[in-house]
């Protein structure tokens, strides 16, 4: 549908119902993670705050009390670590180059004037590299730097200001989450195989978002 039909409908106008809009978003937050929890055993990292970006891309069918957006949504996140000394030896424990993709549905709803609110969920795939050293001198005996994947989903909601019939900022919160990984590790010098651990992520996330709708047309 042209975008001057969405722009008559988002006016008040007795227009489709059907009216959709392609958009574009930039998503930059704080991202609190934990890595590496299991049960009955301490958490190695607990709710570590680290920064997160990325973008979606998506479709937005209005209604007459808000919106349904279906979007591919893709993130980077920042390095999680921690080091710790146990019986003379340094150890640290990280995950490092997080990345993910996920598919997402959300639902908006009026609220007043150019304010709605949101909910919805994802589902995709994520992962990062996951990395062990011990040191009980110059040398690690302890060693880890494998690369780790699994399913990922998300849930969450939010606050939307339409800024325009083109342009909205979204204060969000999610709860992002990462199946667990076998990861390998290796004692010794020469390193030989020594078993493996098990290793997971997940986190609270407050993100900001700009999404501009329709970006390829004509601004008028």
Known sequence: MAT???DSFLSGCDTSNNCRQFYLGGIVGADFGTLNKEEG???VVPNQSLFTAGGTLGMRYLRD???????FEGRGRDQIDATGVESGAVATVAARDGWSTMVNVWRDYKVV???????GAGIGA????????????PVPLIESNENVSSFAWQAGGGLIYDVSNRMAIDLGYRFFALGDNQANIR????????????????????????????????WR
Not at 193 to 209: D, F, H, Q
């Open 187 to 218: 004692i010794g010098l020469p390193p030989v195989p020594a078993g493996s651990y098990l290793t997971n992520y997940s986190a609270s996330e407050l993100l900001l978002t700009i999404r501009i709708y329709e970006p390829f047309r004509r």
């Open 126 to 137: 994520g992962g990062y590299r996951s990395v062990v050293t011990g040191f009980t001198g």
């Open 65 to 71: 009390d808000g919106a349904w957006r279906f979007e």
């Open 4 to 6: 001057q039909d969405c």
């Open 41 to 43: 055993v301490a958490t």
């Open 113 to 119: 004037g150019d304010f709605n609110l949101y909910a």
